[in-house]
């Protein structure tokens, strides 16, 4: 089944512990995304790949780094949490440019206390 | 720089009654726009997408919208809603020069009551 899959689901942690949230996607897709939801502010784009090894910003990448060394996976780390990271994340993927049908993972709950 | 409104935060509606959920955007240069259905609980499924030609496109689960590129508009339409349609709605936009970056409204939220 194609999918794209996120780890974990929810998560608390405290403020300034290291944690890693990752994701895959089976459908060989170049094109991959993270976005944060929350409430009246819809979704933000935080970092987005192109391919492997090409990452770049999107419009809320503070406090956030990615990585892309294999196609299928995009882990999102987050090197010193802090409680306004306290989110909804969703990765996402598509075939080759943010234009095409995007396919979203389940979500991942992030409460940094 | 490019952004999009959806002024709509919540819209109530009667079953079987029609719905348009309105989204506009601001933009030097052409866009590609897109509406993203998110239901309780679940990420993101795409409704429909403008790219290019019709500027009327025909979604999923009977939705359309209209690309009206004077009044930088791409409202949703259904012309009867069933409860099943309940979920949150999102208007997104690409600049066609970037087609990397994408920005999403901030949603409104359909609740169809019986």
């Known amino acids: 089944e194609a999918q794209v899959t996120q780890n974990p689901r929810y998560l608390i942690t405290v403020t300034g512990k290291k944690l890693t949230v990752t994701c895959s996607q089976n459908m060989n897709h170049e094109y991959m995304s993270w976005y944060r939801q929350d409430p009246g502010l819809g979704l933000r784009q935080i970092y987005y790949?192109?391919?492997?090894?090409?990452?770049d910003k999107g419009d809320v990448p503070e406090g956030y780094k990615v990585s892309r060394k294999e196609k299928r996976n995009f882990p999102l780390i987050l090197e010193s949490p802090s409680p306004n990271q306290t989110s909804l994340y969703f990765c996402?993927?598509?075939?080759?440019?943010?234009?095409?049908?995007?396919?979203f993972g389940p979500g991942t709950r992030l409460l940094v206390l | 720089a490019q952004s999009v409104t959806q002024l709509d935060s919540q819209v109530p509606v009667f079953e079987e009654a029609p719905v348009e959920l309105r989204c506009n955007y601001s933009?030097?240069?052409?866009?590609?726009l897109f509406w993203y259905v998110q239901y309780p609980n679940q990420g993101l499924q795409l409704l429909l997408k403008y790219l290019s030609g019709s500027t009327l496109v025909k979604g999923i689960n009977g939705f359309e919208a209209e690309f009206n590129k004077s009044q930088t508009s791409f409202h949703l339409r259904k012309p009867s809603v069933h409860i099943s349609d309940t979920a949150e709605y999102f208007c997104?936009?690409?600049?066609?020069?970037?087609?990397?970056?994408?920005?999403f409204g901030s949603g409104t939220r359909l609740s169809i009551r019986p």
């Open positions: 997104a936009v690409i600049e066609r020069s970037s087609a990397s970056k994408i920005i």
């Open positions: 996402a993927s598509s075939l080759y440019r943010s234009q095409e049908t995007q396919y």
């Open positions: 790949s192109m391919n492997v090894e090409v990452t």
């Open positions: 933009s030097s240069v052409s866009v590609y």
